[in-house]
């Protein structure tokens, strides 16, 4: 039964009456019914927008906007009527996942989205086969594209199972800043591992100034999240937890804004099984499976080139709102600061 039923229902009651008493339809019928059947009208509507999102055409104008929006980007524009002189020159996105999740990969995908997709361009070290040595554990600057300095992605080191290591790793990244080169360490590195990273890390003479994170994006493996919810694989029973875990950590959120979700490895799925993973994660984490979670896999053709501007538009749509809060509240802080400077001039004078 569909939501128009709820309306047909109400030619039981005469208008007359429901227009008197207008609670008594509601009394007369069964209210669980009522409410389900509109969230699976809701639910219905969502899967069916998402699924369109892989069966209609590519509108090729909009792909074109997209990435003429992302190509003009520069920190601020996105804020009208506002002075943008004083924004920093460069906007700067988080990518944090699981391991093997594809940050790496996601950091190549969209340099070739806006560079294009030039034989042998890989910028990010990508790890082969999940090999626990291989991957990334310098944290990695990229300005996207190279020849700009408006856009920087950092791609970093794997989330670990231990959610109080994550967060600890988190809170320096969001509040510390990330510095280009960065040796992360966990506490649960073994002696061998470290003595390696440290051997691997010994031309970082001197670090540079650390960037402040604008803006964060969560990357997940879609055939990974299949595993957990499946629940065969037990040692995949925790990845749903920990992503959810990770996009509900308050220092990966920008006030209400929580990181943008890109699913990688769809390639590997059926269409009806990547709509499945966006609609799961996005009951899991509460994020709109059409708006906030972005599908692009190891593909080059336009729908996922479409997905990878539409993710970066949302990153910098949310990244320049964040900026303008800080930038409103500089007078604010020099206002208070001139007031408390002229009171201490005039306390001091006083007490002469
Ligand atoms: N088929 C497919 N493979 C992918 C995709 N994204 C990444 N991979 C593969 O997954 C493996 C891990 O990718 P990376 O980009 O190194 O993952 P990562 O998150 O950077 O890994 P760590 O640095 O170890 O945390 C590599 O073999 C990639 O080629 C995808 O969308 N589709
Ligand atoms: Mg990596």
């Given at each position: ?58 509108n090729l104008e909009k792909l074109?906007e997209a ?239 479409l ?46």
């Amino acid at each position: 039964m569909g939501g128009g039923e709820i309306h047909k229902g109400s030619s039981s009651l005469s208008s007359n009456e429901s227009c008197r008493n207008p609670t008594a339809y509601f009394f007369d019928r069964d209210v669980e019914t009522i409410i389900q059947h509109a969230s699976e009208e809701q639910d219905r509507k969502i899967y069916l927008e998402v699924l369109n999102t892989y069966k209609n055409g590519l509108n090729l104008e909009k792909l074109e906007e997209a990435k003429r929006k992302v190509l003009s980007y520069t920190p601020g524009s996105r804020i009208d009527n506002f002075d943008h002189s004083n924004f920093p020159k460069t906007t700067s996105i988080i990518l944090v996942g699981p391991k093997g999740s594809g940050k790496s990969s996601l950091v190549n995908k969209i340099s070739a989205a806006l560079e294009g997709y030039k034989l042998g361009l890989c910028r990010a070290q990508v790890s082969y086969n999940g090999s626990s040595e291989n991957g990334t554990y310098f944290l990695h600057e990229f300005m996207v594209p190279r020849s700009s300095s408006s856009i920087c992605l950092y791609d970093t080191r794997s989330l670990s199972e231990d959610v109080s290591e994550n967060n600890e790793m988190l809170i320096g990244w969001m509040t510390g800043g990330v510095c280009h080169g960065e040796l992360v360490q966990k506490n649960s590195d073994t002696i061998d591992l470290n003595n390696r990273l440290r051997a691997k890390a010994r031309h970082n003479h001197r670090l540079g100034k650390p960037r402040e994170v604008n803006f964060a994006i969560l990357v997940v493996n879609a055939v990974d999240v299949l595993k957990s919810i499946s629940g065969e694989d037990e040692s995949f029973k925790n990845y749903s937890q920990l992503i959810a875990t990770t996009f509900n950590n308050p220092f990966l959120s920008f006030k209400d804004d929580k990181p943008a979700i890109v699913i990688t490895h769809g390639d590997l799925l059926s269409i009806e099984d990547r709509v499945s993973v966006r609609l799961y994660l996005g009951d899991v984490m509460q994020a709109h499976p059409k708006t906030q979670i972005f599908d692009i896999p190891d593909d080059e053709d336009s729908p996922t080139i479409l997905s990878v501007f539409e993710m970066l538009n949302y990153c910098l749509d949310r990244a320049d709102r964040n900026l303008l809060s800080k930038q409103m509240m500089i007078p604010t802080i020099s206002l208070f600061s001139s007031m408390l400077f002229v009171l201490m001039l005039t306390t001091t004078y006083m007490l002469k």
